[in-house]
């Protein structure tokens, strides 16, 4: 069993920064991906970005690409999004999750066997 603890989310005009960090515990594997989605009002949940346990493999959403940096502190067993030129769009609850399989790229909600109770993100123009 994985438990994941989202925290870091708040308030901030656009161009600003958050970091949000995931902390885990629980046996993770060097396979497992710790990803982040996040989901607006009224939307569906969308993939944001994605980190390999073993830290060899990430993957980002077009819609983050170069704004957004995941990472990972094996020490602290806590992955982070770092989020820089947040805009508007980027509102949503942000959630991270644990895929327990080998997936090669895992971008659906459910290749992911674990999730936390999110975090709010709010991006003021």
């Known amino acids: 069993q994985v438990q994941l603890v989202e925290s870091g989310g708040g308030s901030v005009q656009a161009g600003g920064s958050l970091r949000l960090s995931c902390t885990t515990s629980g046996r993770i594997f060097g396979w497992y991906s710790i990803g982040w989605f996040r989901q607006a009002p009224g939307k569906e949940r969308e993939f944001v970005a994605l980190?390999?346990?073993?830290?060899?493999?990430?993957y980002y959403a077009d819609s983050v690409k170069g704004r957004f940096t995941i990472s990972k502190d094996s020490a602290k067993n806590t992955v982070y999004l770092e989020m820089d030129s947040l805009r508007p769009e980027d509102t949503a609850s942000y959630y991270c999750?644990?895929?327990?399989?080998?997936?090669?790229?895992?971008?659906?909600?459910?290749?992911?066997?674990?999730w936390g109770q999110g975090t709010q993100v709010t991006v003021s123009s």
């Open positions: 980190i390999r346990w073993s830290g060899d493999f990430l």
């Open positions: 999750a644990a895929d327990r399989t080998a997936s090669t790229s895992p971008t659906r909600q459910y290749d992911y066997d674990y």
